[in-house]
């Protein structure tokens, strides 16, 4: 299986590269992305040999940056795309789907790119992995450096949630708590990097790496029977995912497998850590840092690398880049979870709140139908809701039941 | 005593492989100067249009410049400014 991937190329200044262990421009550091022979795809992505593809983001390898598909991984992706009633009827709307990402193998989206980067990494001759992590990357690499035998170092911040931490150490392999913010983190990993022969699948095998993304497009467009939705809901971090989500839609549309019309891109933000909603709000084409303040810590980037991309997407597609309050977050925690069965961790409460947010404000249709992404389990942050939550506590005595308990539910009586 | 500077591995072949440079201290903007005068050709990597280029970040004392005053941010005796790319992350 020979790739489909050609260059590497610079997202700013357009100069190429290859396929190589670089992730930014040496001239100007701009972010280096794939660029692909869509002819090569177009040829061999059938409608037919995707489907024969195994229930796995590798159905997609034709559109994928790797020689070959891993012969040992974890088979992430494919996870169930949910049509959502109870909450479109919630949010006064028809058709809403929920493209559930917390069943994947370590229970986020980074199962995605983490396949992708290490795939990459180890043809491209690395034999250490390495991530600078919010908590999600950190669960992913750890897994899938177990399963491939590869050697792996994880750093996080030190004031990350203990199951994360607890989810990542298990695995067995080098955990770096590092006392200071995500922002820091990356910084001193992008230094390591031009340091040591390793591979950070978010630093310098990034463009491998952000690509694993896309398939949450093309598993949308396949689960809705080869079409794209009018509207989709992203959440941003450093704005890849929203970027990489729209580029799927994009590709499908170049080779054919879909009609020609990307769907309109929201981006999700906790206000506590809203850079790339500000700038959109205050019509910026630059994203100004900031210090995060949030629950939603795996949204928690000060700095957001792509961050100018995810505004051009959200504008040239007519969408918004929107940020909600921690209470909305918590409210869209339960609002997803009571209405579809789905406990996301606090980003997901991010990404349903600012849909809550764009229904309630008219800016979505009653008759569109729109795609909410939810990116990570709610396992990950109970502490988000922890406090929050009424339960019932008696003793094993019938009448107590009844006074105590029945007497209290209403509706089930 | 004087300023340390980090540079990335994407600068090094302007810096003879160098990943430490040493200059004065003094603004960000100053230091920069002197190190096009060290390594010709630096500045025009760093800037663009007399500012920063949008994916570079520069921290002084792992402090991002731009929360404080850009290119005119003051850098005492014994500071390490580091000079990093900032497509990562996420």
């Not at chain 1, 989206?109 to 001759?125: I, M, P, W």
């Not at chain 1, 230094?191 to 990034?206: D, G, L, P, Q």
């Not at chain 1, 597609?317 to 606090?346: C, H, M, N, P, R």
Request: proline share 4%; charged share 25%; net charge negative.
């Amino acid at each position: 299986m020979a790739t489909t991937a050609e260059q590497l190329k610079c997202k700013e200044c357009g100069r190429s590269y290859p396929l190589a262990a670089l992730f930014v421009c040496d001239f100007c550091f701009g972010p280096l992305e794939v660029a692909y022979d869509y002819g090569k795809i177009r040829r061999r992505a059938t409608k037919d040999r995707i489907a024969l593809g195994p229930p796995s983001l590798w159905r997609y390898a034709d559109f994928l940056p790797v020689e070959n598909k891993p012969s040992v991984d974890l088979q992430a992706g494919f996870t169930p795309l949910i049509k959502a009633d109870r909450l479109a009827a919630k949010l006064g709307l028809k058709k809403v789907w929920v493209k559930n990402d917390t069943a994947n193998p370590t229970h986020s989206f980074k199962d995605r790119v983490v396949s992708v980067a290490l795939q990459r990494a180890l043809e491209l001759g690395f034999e250490v992995v390495a991530c600078a992590s919010t908590g999600n990357l950190a669960n992913s690499v750890a897994a899938h450096a177990a399963a491939s035998g590869t050697e792996a170092f994880v750093f996080v911040p030190a004031n990350l949630e203990i199951q994360k931490i607890i989810a990542t150490a298990v695995y067995g392999v080098n955990v770096v708590k590092v006392r200071g913010n995500y922002d820091d983190v990356n910084r001193l990993c992008t230094e390591i990097a031009s340091e040591k022969k390793w591979a950070f699948v978010n630093v310098n095998v990034r463009p491998y790496y952000a690509e694993g993304s896309k398939t949450l497009a093309y598993e949308t467009a396949e689960q809705l029977g080869w079409r794209a939705p009018d509207k989709v809901v992203v959440p941003v971090a450093s704005g890849s995912l929203l970027t990489k989500i729209h580029k799927g839609f994009w590709e499908l549309g170049e080779v054919g497998l879909i009609r020609r019309k990307a769907p309109v891109v929201y981006g999700a933000q906790a206000e506590g850590c809203g850079p790339v909603a500000a700038a959109f709000k205050e019509g910026l084409e630059h994203v100004k840092p900031c210090k995060p303040d949030t629950i939603a810590k795996s949204l928690a980037i000060g700095n957001p690398a792509d961050g100018v991309f995810a505004l051009e997407v959200a504008r040239a597609t007519g969408g918004v880049i929107e940020s909600v309050t921690e209470q909305e977050i918590v409210d869209g925690i339960k609002l997803l979870a009571e209405t579809t069965g789905i406990f996301t961790e606090t980003a997901g409460g991010v990404t349903t709140a600012v849909l809550a947010k764009l229904a309630a404000a008219g800016r979505i249709y009653r008759d569109e139908e729109v795609v909410l992404f939810i990116t990570g389990d709610g396992l990950k942050t109970l502490d988000a809701v922890a406090g929050t939550l009424e339960t019932f506590e008696i003793d094993p005595n019938f009448s107590q039941f009844e006074e105590e308990v029945l007497e209290n539910v209403v509706k089930s009586t | 005593m004087s300023v340390k500077i980090r540079i990335p591995s994407q600068l090094r072949n302007l810096t003879g492989g160098e990943g430490m440079v040493e200059t004065d201290a003094g603004t960000v903007g100053r230091i920069i100067m002197e190190l096009e005068n060290l390594h010709p050709g630096i500045a025009e990597r760093l800037l663009d249009g007399g500012e920063v280029r949008r994916f570079i970040n520069i921290y002084v004392d792992g402090d991002d410049i731009r929360f404080d005053k850009g290119l005119d941010t003051s850098v005492a005796d014994g500071s390490e400014i580091s000079i990093v790319p900032a497509v990562a992350g996420g």
